[in-house]
């Protein structure tokens, strides 16, 4: 791990968390491996006064990730100039990046043609990998409003930015109607099923016009099984509104209001009317995928976002009661993706082996848990199947921590942060999520 650069800031959330933490020394060490760990091995200032963040193990920018992985600076962007420097910097990238191509998901940083497979897809020299998933074009917004509730700034909000959430908006109207209109398609030959679609690059038939806008593949990276993805449009929902905000508030944009307004409200519709399915054993809950025809499928992932990330997000349905039976399926053995072993229960992924548990989807438990108690319990699961390595791996076995999958996962590092300063008392401005709807 390459020496770190003194942030006063960070040294100060540093000094806070190690008293909260006082009794769990072990929490503290791994916070502190963690919390730093993205800014040593991940982040690249560019040239340009934008900002490039990797993965973790893999040389390419995900829209998604790295959003997520710089989230847990925005406690320290606050009060230090510097940090929301790079901040502003990476939204302002991610923006770039869209306009080049908004069905990509993870991005080269030059124009060099590097690719984790030559798909059979449009492509380009930027693009490091091109499998179109709404999340992806949701995080950038939501940071961005981020960015300007929490440390002030607006800068990243100029024309690349409009112009990015014009064609966001553009990309989600098309995908309501993927069958008749969409002209994304992806293949990849010679691989596994869940990694290419169906019916030759377009993806398992959908219903058009229901009001949910299609997802070609998961926040996992995993082909969706049907392309309306519910937890995804339920993110949607939410960043719309903020868009919303941006073009009231900075921009004094009534038609870009108005715009990001209609659909927003159609989205939300079609996921209360079309995203619900009744269950004999946990009454009404949300799908995490449904075609629009009637056919669901019932389960939730750990990547985010998820249906356990419900609350997380902000998404408020028509009934809280379907949001609250939902949590208790997919916390239980009735999700085919939960896993109950001798280390640890938790939400796994199809994107890793059976019984394997994410420790993404155990910090968001925590993160979205009633009381401190459940937090620290959490806390305490993730500091005890870490592989002695003070870091967070993508998963591990439920039986046995030692198997994981990835050495440490960048953005597993993040979420395990934002579960500590959680719990520390450290709260982000989210805006009004009351009054979505």
């Known amino acids: 791990m390459s020496k770190r650069k003194p942030y006063p800031s960070i040294e100060r959330i540093l000094e806070t968390v190690k008293v909260k933490l006082g009794e769990e020394p072990k929490l503290f060490e791994m916070f502190k491996n963690c919390y730093t760990n993205t800014l040593d091995t991940t982040v690249k200032s560019m040239p340009d006064g934008t900002t490039y963040v990797i993965t973790g193990d893999i040389p390419a920018m995900w829209l998604r990730d790295s959003a997520a992985q710089l989230r847990p600076y925005l406690f320290a962007a606050k009060e230090d100039p510097a940090i929301a420097d790079i901040l502003v910097g990476l939204s302002k990238r991610q923006f770039r990046y869209i306009q080049i191509d908004p069905y990509a998901n993870a991005f080269n940083e030059q124009n060099n043609g590097n690719c984790w497979e030559a798909d059979d897809t449009k492509r380009n020299g930027w693009v490091w990998e091109r499998k179109y998933e709404v999340d992806s074009l949701c995080y950038p917004l939501q940071f961005a409003y981020l960015i300007w509730k929490n440390t002030g700034r607006t800068e990243h909000f100029d024309e690349n930015f409009i112009a990015g959430t014009e064609k966001i908006i553009e990309v989600f109207r098309r995908e309501q ?29 959908v219903k058009s016009g229901i009001g949910m806008t299609w997802s070609g593949f998961r926040p996992s990276d995993d082909a969706c099984t049907y392309g309306y993805l519910v937890p995804a449009n339920m993110f949607a929902v939410v960043v719309l509104k903020y868009a919303e905000e941006i073009a009231e508030e900075i921009f004094r944009d009534e038609g870009l209001k108005e715009y990001a307004k209609a659909l927003r409200l159609e989205i939300y519709e079609g996921i209360e009317t079309y995203g619900v399915t009744k269950t004999e054993e946990f009454g009404e809950i949300y799908a995490y995928e449904a075609d629009g025809y009637g056919q669901y499928h019932l389960m939730d992932d750990a990547n985010v976002p998820s249906l356990l990330s419900i609350n997380y997000l902000g998404y408020r349905g028509k009934k809280r009661e379907t949001a609250e039976n939902t949590r208790r399926f997919i916390l239980s053995e009735a999700n085919p993706c939960y896993y109950r072993g001798e280390k640890a229960a938790g939400i796994g992924s199809t994107h890793t082996p059976s019984r394997y548990i994410w420790p993404i989807a155990l910090a968001m438990e925590g993160l979205t848990a009633e009381t401190k108690e459940e937090k620290l319990d959490i806390l305490k699961i993730l500091a005890r199947t870490d592989a002695e390595t003070s870091l967070m791996h993508e ?13 440490w996962f960048s953005w597993a590092n993040a979420m395990f942060s934002e579960l500590v300063l959680d719990y520390c008392g450290f709260h982000l401005n989210c805006g009004d999520m009351n009054n979505v709807h």
């Open 395 to 407: 998963s591990f076995h439920a039986d046995a921590d030692t198997d994981y999958t990835r050495e």
């Open 177 to 205: 109607y993927h069958e008749e209109n969409s002209l994304y398609y992806f293949r990849r030959r010679n691989t596994y099923f869940t990694d290419t679609l169906s019916r030759e690059g377009k993806g398992a038939l």
